[in-house]
């Protein structure tokens, strides 16, 4: 996938010179923020995701056949919020988006699968009860009504949510979750009915012309952030863990994405700038002593390379980075 590049339209203070600056590099972008073009940078990043999403969402409402589109991606790749954008843009099409959470489908917690160090696996398509979830598609496909599940995390359960769904003619329905291009799942649906886009987390910047920033580093700093604020948990766990939600993205993920109609990158060119300030104050709490210190030493020493923005109000409100720093306008 063929990188994004920044172009800036920049004034020169002391001559009114316009001229047009592009941004590739890491060394680029930290010398747009010293210059004060953070605003500008977000924009235009902002924009060209917008886009991106644009694209995708016309060339859906150009096929009146499509029921059902399929999101999937691997961890911290940003599906919800792109799910959520892309929402927006089918309703500027005239079209009913709606959005429906893999997650809200598994099994109660004594169905669920165990890993080979005996952990839950929630990463295994079998976490899912895909008998339901086949049997509601076919029921919505045929113009039937059905009552969605939603999945209590604190007891581990599976519970009637009270939300009835009924598709009408104009409506597309938006399934989200790291399965959504298993065929497990997917085959359920005539190959007409559906639309699968893969949501990637390629990195958007590069560290010169021969590397680039880690695309998996990327990922893990985004979800330290989450865990931290929204399940409060140490960044100790999340490292921890991240080796299993690998090892289930290698089996349950990344083999699937050949599938997709499209991909989207969700990485954004300013991100690891805005995260900087967020994610090293969380990191600071693992000690040298720690097994964890190597990975978190790593990100720290990743992280310190950028230019901070500290200033959270230039993000929008529907910045996909709001996903996992908070500020969001979506409702999660």
Avoid: C
Avoid at 319 to 324: A, H, K, Q, T
Wanted: no cysteine.
């Amino acid at each position: 996938m063929k990188r994004d590049e920044i172009f800036l339209q920049i004034e020169d203070k002391k001559t009114s010179e316009i001229r047009f600056v592009k941004l590739r590099t890491v060394d680029d972008l930290n010398r747009a923020i010293r210059e004060g073009y953070s605003k500008d940078v977000i924009n235009m990043s902002e924009i060209m995701l917008d886009k991106r999403i644009d694209k995708i969402s016309d060339t859906i409402a150009a096929r009146p056949e499509v029921k059902v589109v399929l999101v999937s991606g691997p961890s911290s790749s940003g599906k919800t919020t792109f799910s959520k954008r892309l929402s927006l843009h089918l309703l500027a099409n005239k079209l009913k988006p709606f959005t429906v959470s893999l997650d809200d489908y598994f099994v109660d917690r004594s169905r669920t699968p165990r890993d080979e160090n005996g952990e839950f696996d929630y990463e295994s398509i079998y976490a899912v009860d895909l008998e339901l979830l086949h049997q509601h598609i076919d029921i919505l496909l045929r113009g039937g009504e059905v009552e969605l599940p939603r999945y209590d995390f604190p007891t581990g359960t599976s519970q009637k949510s009270g939300r009835q769904l009924h598709l009408d003619d104009d409506m597309i329905l938006i399934f989200e979750g790291i399965h959504g291009l298993n065929p497990l799942f997917t085959d359920a649906i005539a190959d007409e009915a559906k639309y699968r886009i893969y949501v990637s987390s390629l990195a958007p910047i590069e560290w010169d012309d021969n590397s680039s920033v880690s695309r998996t580093d990327s990922r893990l700093i985004r979800r330290i952030l989450r865990d931290r604020r929204y399940r409060n948990t140490s960044p100790q766990a999340t490292i921890d863990r991240w080796p299993s939600v690998r090892r289930g993205e290698e089996k349950w993920v990344f083999p699937f994405q050949q599938y997709a109609d499209t991909e989207f990158n969700s990485v954004q060119f300013y991100e690891l700038s805005v995260l900087r300030n967020k994610v090293l104050p969380i990191l600071a709490e693992i000690t040298p002593d720690q097994p964890q210190y190597p990975t978190s030493d790593r990100l720290r020493r990743l992280l310190i390379q950028f230019e901070p923005i500290d200033d959270i109000s230039l993000l929008p409100p529907i910045s996909l980075l709001r996903e996992f720093m908070g500020g969001s306008s979506f409702r999660y």
